[in-house]
C-alpha cells in the first residue's frame, strides 16, 4: 500500500532535549511538507521541499530544523530552541502535475513536552 | 497567497445538504481551490478540488462562480460521521509551492 508513515505516534520530551520526528513516503512523490497543529487551530507550515538534497523554510521555521538526503525520507528535528514544542506534527506530500494540488497526509506525531 | 475566509462553525441535522462558503478575494490565476476534511487527531484528508465551474466527486460537490472570488462545497445528506473540520486552500502546488491552512468550519451533525 502506498502512502505516508510517521513515528512515533506519541512523543514526550524534557525541556532541554532534541527531538527527531520521522516521515517516510512510498508514493514517489518530489515534495512534502511539515505542518503544525496546535489545539483548535489550522495547520501552519514549518518547512517544505521540492526536491531532494532542497529545502525552504515554512511561516514558522524557527527552533526546527530538517534533512532531504532521500526522496520517500523528511525528518523533522525539534530543538531546545523551540519555545512551545507541544503540539500535533503532520508530515505530507504531494506529486506534483495534473492532481499537484491534493497532499497526502500522514497520521500525525503528538509531542509533549514535560 | 490567496487568503481565504470561512466560517467558523456550522451545525447540521443528519440527512440534510449542507454548504460551507469559502471567500478568496485575491485569487490568482493559477490557482486551484483544494479542500480537505480532517477528523480529530487525523491528518486532513482530500475531499475535492476545482478551478471553475462545477465539480463533482463521490463525496461531495464544489461551486465556483466566474469570478472564482469564493466557492461552495457541498455534502448531500450529511450524516454523523462527516461531524470534522473543513479547510479551503487556495493557491497552485502542481509546481509545488507551499499553500496555507486557515482555521477551517467545524462541521457539528446533529443527530
Known amino acids: 500500500d502506498g502512502g505516508i508513515t510517521q513515528s512515533p505516534k506519541y512523543l514526550f520530551r524534557k525541556e532541554g532535549q532534541n527531538v527527531t520526528l520521522s516521515c517516510e513516503q512510498n508514493?514517489?512523490?518530489?515534495?512534502m511538507y511539515w505542518y503544525r497543529q496546535d489545539p483548535g487551530q489550522g495547520l501552519r507550515l514549518i518547512y517544505y521541499?521540492?526536491?531532494?538534497?532542497?529545502?525552504q523554510k515554512g511561516d514558522i521555521a524557527e527552533g526546527y530544523s530538517v534533512s532531504r538526503e532521500k526522496k520517500e525520507s523528511f525528518p523533522l528535528t525539534v530543538t531546545s530552541a523551540q519555545k512551545n514544542p507541544t503540539a500535533f506534527y503532520l508530515c505530507?506530500?504531494?506529486?506534483?502535475?495534473?492532481?499537484?494540488?491534493?497532499?497526502?497526509f500522514g497520521p500525525g506525531t503528538r509531542l509533549t513536552v514535560l | 497567497l490567496a487568503k481565504t475566509t470561512q466560517p467558523i462553525s456550522m451545525d447540521s441535522y443528519e440527512g440534510q445538504e449542507v454548504n460551507i462558503t469559502c471567500s478568496h478575494n485575491?485569487?490568482?490565476?493559477?490557482?486551484?481551490i483544494t479542500w480537505y476534511q480532517q477528523f480529530p487527531s487525523q491528518g486532513p484528508r482530500f475531499i475535492i478540488q476545482g478551478y471553475k465551474t462545477k465539480v463533482t466527486n463521490e463525496v461531495a460537490s464544489l461551486f465556483i462562480p466566474a469570478d472564482r472570488k469564493s466557492s461552495t462545497l457541498s455534502l448531500p445528506r450529511v450524516s454523523l460521521s462527516d461531524t470534522a473540520v473543513y479547510y479551503c486552500l487556495v493557491g497552485d502546488m502542481r509546481g509545488y509551492q507551499k499553500v496555507t491552512f486557515g482555521t477551517g468550519t467545524k462541521l457539528q451533525v446533529i443527530p
Open positions: 505530507a506530500s504531494t506529486g506534483g502535475g495534473v492532481n499537484g494540488n491534493e497532499q497526502f
Open positions: 521541499s521540492q526536491i531532494v538534497n532542497d529545502f
Open positions: 485575491n485569487i490568482a490565476t493559477n490557482d486551484y
Open positions: 508514493l514517489n512523490h518530489d515534495a
